[in-house]
């Protein structure tokens, strides 16, 4: 099987990142041994960047999937693959953020994470389970002491870059005020139908790359749409250039200099998304992408509550909604 080459990008961290990653997130999950058996495939086809979180409870089988792979001779050393998790929203404070990499370190086998996000800008309750939670479980998050113990794990060593997940430009504000080390990575829900221009443009003069979940518009999932998957514009691009919907929306994505988390566990589909490196779309086709009508697809209305920290969406989302 032919391996794809994947570029990487230099964060401020000094580490290489790949410009394609391999999302874990995924209900209902397959078992452990398919889903571990899926993620060797997709080293064999060329994937080395995988990004997981403790709430996705898929850590182990990615672990498993890195111990294979080296057995199996695919990499050399655990150095040639990047590995992404997150902290989620119970263990978002002070005291809390190292025993949750530890734990998140003891489910992937691994002495170390390559990036290492605070999930959401969201504390919830300690006693909530999984997703079984409402906006009343939401409690004040620290952003600067949590921060700080995402600083502690950098400098243990046991996170070789450190970053959030979902945060607008007023929180990433916050916590640069106080940031000793600045966020590597921002992931943020972006595609072809929510360009992030502005947060974009923010990051950008901070020194902080984003990663984009949900690049195909979480089609065919319970919360995504098929704004991406079927929108007509991208459909006649990629009829004309003979490629799939997909490689047209991911490859918009890397041209806008951020790096797609896809998610397929099909072997074709995951070969086909990541053969977007040795081609690229012309400035009329950008122009055409560019008039997509613009729309957040995840609004996470359930960190939402009268009594919580968060009273409506656009203090969630900072303004933008």
Not at 96 to 122: E, F, M, Q
């Amino acid at each position: 099987m032919e391996i794809n080459k994947v570029p990487e990008v230099i964060l401020n961290s000094g580490k290489n990142m790949p410009m394609i990653g391999l999302g874990t997130s995924t209900s209902p999950s397959p078992p452990h041994e398919v889903l571990t058996s899926i993620l060797v495939d997709a080293i064999k086809i060329g994937y080395r960047h995988f990004d997981t979180a403790s709430i996705y409870n898929t850590e182990e089988p990615l672990g498993q999937a890195v111990s294979k792979a080296l057995e199996l001779g695919l990499v050399k050393n655990r150095d040639e693959l990047f590995v992404t998790s997150k902290l989620w929203c119970t263990d978002a404070h002070h005291d809390l953020v190292l025993p949750a990499l530890k734990s998140t370190l003891k489910n992937l086998g691994l002495g170390y994470v390559d990036l290492y996000l605070i999930h959401w800008p969201v504390r919830l309750k300690q006693d909530v389970e999984g997703h079984n939670f409402k906006g009343e479980d939401t409690i004040p998050f620290d952003i600067k002491g949590t921060w700080e113990s995402m600083e502690d794990c950098y400098r243990l060593g046991i996170a070789k870059s450190i970053g959030v997940s979902n945060f607008g430009i007023k929180k990433l504000s916050m916590l640069l005020e106080n940031a000793e080390i600045a966020p590597a990575v921002n992931q943020v829900e972006m595609n072809s139908s929510w360009h992030q221009g502005k947060l974009r443009e923010f990051c950008k003069q901070k020194g902080i790359h984003v990663s984009a979940w949900s690049p195909l518009g979480g089609y065919k999932l319970s919360w995504g749409s098929p704004a991406v998957m079927e929108n007509l514009i991208l459909r006649k691009i990629a009829e004309a250039r003979k490629k799939s919907v997909a490689q047209i929306a991911l490859r918009w994505i890397y041209q806008q200099g951020v790096i797609p988390i896809v998610k397929s566990f099909n072997k074709e589909r995951m070969k086909q998304n990541i053969e977007i490196f040795d081609w690229e779309l012309n400035q009329e086709e950008l122009d055409k992408i560019n008039q997509i009508p613009q729309c957040r697809l995840l609004k996470a209305e359930m960190f939402v509550s009268d009594n919580g920290p968060y009273k409506s969406l656009e203090e969630l989302w900072d303004g933008d909604p």
